[in-house]
């Protein structure tokens, strides 16, 4: 199963969002809350080649991208394919 790691901030409806699917499908996730950690939200951006908004979602080496695009690969039903690679 590929490691799982989301950006996030406090008060973020889409970083609850992005979270409660990972939850609701029992997907481990390892999150980094970026709200008061300015070279966390660097690291974030350099890695997301450029995203600055929350949350930003990387599957293994796949950078998924927000909670939109997390959603959309849900719906297309990727997802599960994506996380057991």
């Known amino acids: ?8 901030r406090q ?3 889409f970083c609850t969002a992005a979270k409660r699917l990972f939850e609701k499908k029992g997907i481990a996730f390892e999150e980094f809350d970026a709200t008061f ?11 997301a080649n450029g995203r ?7 599957v293994g080496s796949t ?3 927000g909670c939109d695009e997390l959603h ?3 719906r297309a039903g ?5 996380v057991a690679s």
């Open 72 to 74: 959309d690969l849900e």
């Open 11 to 13: 008060l973020c409806g």
């Open 63 to 65: 950078h998924v991208g």
């Open 37 to 47: 950690n300015p070279a966390l939200r660097q690291e974030m951006v350099e890695k």
């Open 78 to 82: 990727k997802l599960d394919a994506l």
């Open 1 to 8: 199963m590929a490691e799982v790691v989301i950006y996030t």
């Open 52 to 58: 600055s908004t929350f949350p930003q979602v990387f």
